[in-house]
Nanobody, 121 residues
Framework: QVQLVESGGGLVQPGGSLRLSCTAS????????MGWYRQAPGRQRELVAI???????TYVDSVKGRSTISRDNAKNTVYLQMSSLKSEDTAVYFC???????????????WGQGTQVTVSS
């Protein structure tokens, strides 16, 4: 059983910063990509940032230049550092792990439960 546990959400003032963390646990042999999606009320879930095991990263245009995604492969953990936060960053942020290899069950993708980020004064 693979689980993704997120932390680091909360209430932040406009212009502030936060760091989200997500750790994957279970009988994991490897993970191809880890990243973050977000979903605001009334909107579709969108990719925020993702990083692959070979070092490629992708960011949604709206967070480029003010966000950094990083990964600790030894800990199966991904981080998202966000700064200069805006009200439009308010959303539930979901951790995502793609092509997780568990020897007993093979490859699969997993989602975390989500963590709320609210940017407001």
């Amino acid at each position: 059983q693979v689980q993704l546990v997120e932390s680091g959400g909360g209430l932040v003032q406009p212009g502030g910063s936060l760091r989200l963390s997500c750790t994957a646990s279970g009988s994991i042999f490897s993970i191809y990509a880890m990243g973050w999606y977000r979903q605001a009320p009334g909107r579709q879930r969108e990719l925020v940032a993702i990083t692959t095991s070979d070092g490629n990263t992708t960011y949604v245009d709206s967070v480029k230049g003010r966000s950094t995604i990083s990964r600790d492969n030894a800990k199966n953990t991904v981080y998202l550092q966000m700064s200069s936060l805006k009200s439009e960053d308010t959303a539930v942020y979901f951790c995502y792990a793609e092509r997780v290899w568990v020897p007993a069950t093979g490859f699969d993708d997993y989602w975390g439960q989500g963590t709320q980020v609210t940017v407001s004064s």
